[in-house]
Antibody
């Protein structure tokens, strides 16, 4: 069974940092691109960052560029999102999401259940 | 690419046909357009990709069509479990999602 399990969310003050993790099982992690997608309470989906199968190519939305960094450890089947300089508008449920292919320009076919990040003083 | 979904809310009865629209601010590369269904408290589920290909296990009452900048998700006959929020997503150029359409029971 394919599973994506996010962790690392929580309550953090503006300007703080958090590192999200996504542990995957049930498929060959190193063969697929991965993404982080977020959803603010009561709002739509927003793509945050994507990474190719090898980790050699990474992409980020303009809203997080320079603050968030996506990375992966293929030996441990874990996806990461390092979030720095957090702002109140980064408050959202963060989903780990698997692509159908090895490149980021492919549909997302599997989603985790998400980890909540709340940025507030 | 900005995706605009309409209507924001669609009020229909079970058995009726639902037509959801997704309009892109510029042409979507190679038909790289997907649709997702999301129910309250759940993660999104892939329905359609490549404009019109149904994902594994998706019933044939769901169909996708369109090209370029205009795309449509059609649910031919609404079942009780189809009342949910639907998101369109383009993955051809710096991934983006639409704002969603809620299909609610009339």
């Amino acid at each position: 069974e394919v599973q994506l399990v996010e962790s690392g969310g929580g309550l953090i003050q503006p300007g703080g940092s958090l590192r999200l993790s996504c542990e995957v099982s049930g498929f060959t992690f190193s063969k697929y691109a991965m993404n982080w997608v977020r959803q603010a309470p009561g709002k739509g989906l927003e793509w945050v960052s994507g990474i190719s199968d090898s980790g050699g190519s990474t992409y980020s939305a303009d809203s997080v560029k320079g603050r968030f960094t996506i990375s992966r450890d293929n030996s441990k089947s874990i996806l990461f999102l390092q979030m720095n300089s957090l702002r109140v508008d980064d408050t959202a449920l963060y989903y780990c999401a698997k692509n159908q292919l090895s490149v980021v320009t492919a549909p997302i076919d599997i989603w985790g259940q998400g980890t909540m990040v709340t940025v507030s003083s | 690419i900005v995706l605009t979904q309409s209507p924001g809310t669609l009020s229909l009865s079970p058995g009726e046909r639902a037509t959801l629209s997704c309009r892109a601010s510029q042409s979507v590369s190679s038909g790289y357009l997907a649709w997702y269904q999301q129910k309250p408290g759940q993660a999104p589920r892939l329905l359609i990709y490549g404009e019109s290909t149904r994902a594994t296990g998706i019933p044939d009452r769901f169909s996708g069509s369109g090209s370029g900048t205009d795309f449509t998700l059609t649910i031919s006959r609404l079942e009780p479990e189809d009342f949910a929020v639907y998101h369109c997503h383009q993955y051809g150029s710096s991934l983006t999602f639409g704002g969603g359409t809620k299909v609610e029971i009339k």
